[in-house]
């Protein structure tokens, strides 16, 4: 019998969706079933024997809508195999040390160690200014953040593939 995986996410311009994307397709490659869904869009995560949870980052904050799945999953998610993903930080080097270690909100740790995740993951993420609002355009100029696309994808695929080989052991 496959096992069939969720890969959800929280996304505001897309950025995390296409890594969630490149999850599924790798975990997909693997042999197993995956649905690949916004958070939002999660029916019923009982259908799961395993879930990968990724939320785009702003000022170190999950996305509200992946707090909200969180809260109200926590049950089913700490009864699974469960492995979350981050996409914020912008520029070279290590995604991790770019944000000094930090790997998930500091208001949602005791919800993450009641889930007990078997991984979590922080990587590059993406900045297309084009989808952005005047307001956050004005607050990157601000800030003087850097702009541009640092997902590092063969990093992404060798982290999906590793869930793919703990599923299929």
Known sequence: METRLLVAY?????????????????????GLQVDVLPVKKVKDLALYKAVVLGSAVYIAMWRKEMVKFLQENELLLSERPVWFFSSGPLGEGDA??????WQFPEAQRSLIERIKPRD????????????????????????KA?????????????????????LNK
């Open 10 to 30: 929280a996304s505001k311009h897309g950025m995390t969706a296409e890594i969630a994307g490149k999850i599924g397709d790798t975990l997909r490659k693997s």
């Open 96 to 101: 991790a040390g770019l944000l000094q270690g």
């Open 120 to 143: 979590i993951a922080v990587f590059h993420g993406a900045i297309d200014i084009k989808k952005m609002s005047f307001f956050e355009k004005w607050v990157l100029k601000r800030v």
């Open 146 to 166: 850097q702009t541009g696309d640092f997902r590092d994808w063969e990093a992404i695929t060798r982290w999906a593939a590793g869930i793919a080989d703990a």
